[in-house]
């Protein structure tokens, strides 16, 4: 029995890949198949695709709009980040503060879509960078506000105490016991807040930007050029998954690891 459970994973593993890999497999063949049914701007072939991403990879022009919008994200995410840390800090260590914050403005910031922040951005601001920056922050603000509350409730009140006890000043105290202890839950909120981000930057630049992908789709979509369109799409999902595979996974693993280690 204990050498069967013990296989599962593996085989899980595999099986797992496996129907990825067929479930891919049978998406190209279903979009094969359907090419010479449909009009070439509603389903582009699988060539002028291939083509288009060529295109898209050898232009140091459309590479730019590649650039403009991971300027615009990484930007977005750090400014965010350090607002919404600086808010949830705020409601936790001055009570006076956390009904605005967690009350008023962190749900008002929630309820309200991001087409909706770009639309007003753009009336306020215009089309530009700054429009699509500032339509990211307000979007992504609330989940590093949320998920550094909830991290800040979760402390280890054992570890706070002790470190209380021994006699250390507050400010050190905090230095040494509770940012270490918020790392994998600060890791974890820059992973979800990149996914979303990508998200609300395509419609932010879509109406408001005056460069990156969302407005090279804008473009292609007025030229009725779906093989580049298609080719985008392609081009952030690689960036995407690559980011995350390479970048944010690990960085959650080493500080949930660091952090145990230590504590």
């Known amino acids: 029995m204990s050498a069967t459970v013990t296989a599962r994973p593996g085989g899980q593993t595999r ?18 198949a359907s090419v010479n049914h449909v009009p070439a701007y509603v389903l582009p072939p699988p060539g002028e695709v291939g083509a288009a991403i060529l ?5 140091a022009q459309r ?3 590649l650039g403009a919008t991971l300027a615009h994200i990484g930007s977005a995410i750090a400014i965010s980040f350090v607002v919404g840390s600086f808010l949830a800090f705020a409601a936790h260590y001055a009570r ?33 960078s700054f429009t699509v920056v500032f339509t990211i922050v307000v979007v992504l603000l609330p989940f590093a506000i949320v998920n550094l509350r ?9 570890i706070t105490e002790m470190g209380t006890s021994f006699g250390r000043r507050p400010l050190r105290s905090w230095r040494l ?25 395509l ?6 930007g005056g460069r990156g992908l969302g407005y090279l789709i804008n ?23 690559l980011a995350d595979r390479l970048l944010f996974a690990p960085l959650e693993r080493l500080t949930a690891r660091q952090f145990a280690s230590a504590a």
Do not use: N
Not at 180 to 199: D, N, Q, S
């Open 203 to 208: 419609t932010a630049e879509l109406f408001g």
């Open 96 to 128: 006076w503060s956390a009904p605005s914050i967690h009350q008023r403005l962190s749900p008002f910031l929630s309820a309200f879509s991001g087409i909706g922040w770009t639309l007003l951005s753009v009336i306020w601001f215009g089309v530009s």
């Open 55 to 59: 295109k898209f990879a050898t232009s």
């Open 177 to 201: 016991l509770v940012v270490p202890a918020l790392l994998p839950m600060a890791a974890a909120t820059l992973r979800i807040m990149f996914g979303v981000a990508w998200k609300v930057t």
């Open 15 to 32: 099986g797992g890949r496996l129907l990825a890999l067929g479930f891919v497999l049978a998406l190209v063949l279903a979009w094969y």
């Open 219 to 241: 473009m292609a979509r007025q030229d009725y050029d779906t093989a580049t369109i298609f080719a985008v799409i392609l081009f952030i999902i690689v960036v995407v998954t």
């Open 63 to 65: 590479l730019s709009h």
């Open 150 to 158: 909830e991290g800040l409730l979760a402390l280890d009140a054992e």
